[in-house]
């Protein structure tokens, strides 16, 4: 087996691994994008040359295997989409790492998705305005046909002004992307939640706000969410079926 | 058929339309991976309810298609490995984005890659030092088993002092994640190179620093580097096959 072929092999186990792990914590949806990754890239290793035909055997009774599983999820999601049922949890627990936005939401967002409602008392303060516009960086990129974002957030007692200046620049940027944002101050706003217009619904029980500092400026993790440790938290998510 | 079937199935031939278009520019590395993401889309809008027959024949025609082509590519990738021959070229065009570090390298990431020795005589202002951190970070985040990171570029006239300081900020957070960097700083230095250990190669005309700066602090694109728009430069990758 070459070592390309290896490398295939062994990212492929790990993908899988991880997709078990996911599947075992009922977080499906994520488990399901790990098993299809996974057969994908063990699905080109089982094609090369030079493996025993034992070996090529017990490779591919593994992936029906595999396969099987991941069509159960597919389906088990499916079926409590339809119900309105669908929940799911995430339990991110402190000093974890790879829980950038991306990770968390982006396949939520492979689905046509044309308005995005967050609710966050806490886009106040320099870094929690970043933090907002990390997460309108995910939605343009990620081309669902984003039109409109509606923020719904507190007003920041000590300097209302500035935070309104800031909030006003992502607008103006955004709307050079062709998307509309809509802020809102609340003063009872209290829960946690992103609603996109595709029905998905994520809570964060933080809120945007659960990453620790880096360890310095030139830090691995400085500027790559997924390798910054996390604040404890609970992330729920629902799929809520159109009326 | 559903609004969610409607949003996989326009995923996926928007992915199918980009790697048509990649295919087309011999850009086959890229071009395999969009096919490959495209088909699972189109796989599971395939399977919905709500799809008249004839409208489900010619869907998989197409997919069968695609498949096929998907499958020319991957061999003709290994037959090029094979013989030592392959090259792939993009040309980044000047204020086009989409070409985050990890858009144009984390496909060769997938494979074991222990080692990364990079050439770039511009590691030396900021800016371009934390464009060396960022792109350390994708390789730490990519588990491609990295061990070391071998970085030659030239010594910055004005403040070497600081430049050391930076570079060894760097190296010791690297030292944390089991890598360790060792820096080379040459005056003779000209070319653009990045060589895996797993055999790939690329070059980047103007080394790491080929973004243009975002048009904002609080901007779309500030953060995400496939939103910047980028300046004008050609990309060459290779793949060496061992000795």
Known sequence: ?????????????????????????????????????GLQLLMQASKATGRSEAGKTALRNK???????????KSHIDK??????????????ENSTG?????????????????????????????QIVNF???????????CGLRVIKLRTSADTTDHQ????????IGSSLATHHVTLHTEFSSSLHDREIRLSNNWTIKIGRGLD???????????????????????????IFYKSPP
């Open 99 to 127: 829980f950038s936005y991306e990770s968390l939401v982006s396949r939520f967002l492979l689905e046509k998705c044309e308005r995005v409602e967050i609710d966050d008392p806490y886009i106040r303060s320099h870094h």
């Open 162 to 169: 500035q935070q309104q200046t800031k909030l006003a620049e």
């Open 63 to 73: 992936m029906v295997e595999y396969m099987d599983r991941a069509e159960w999820i």
């Open 210 to 236: 659960y990453f620790k500092p880096a360890p310095g400026k030139l830090a691995i993790g400085a500027f790559n969410y997924d390798l910054r440790p996390c604040r404890q938290t609970t992330v729920d």
């Open 80 to 93: 409590e989409k339809t119900t309105g049922r669908y929940h799911e949890q995430i339990f991110i627990e």
């Open 133 to 143: 516009l990390k997460f309108a960086e995910l939605l343009v990129k990620s081309q």
């Open 1 to 37: 087996m070459s070592d390309i072929t290896g490398g295939l092999e062994t990212s492929g186990i790990g993908l899988i691994k991880r997709a078990i792990e996911l599947d075992r914590s009922k977080r499906y949806t994520e488990s399901l994008i790990c098993y299809q990754e």
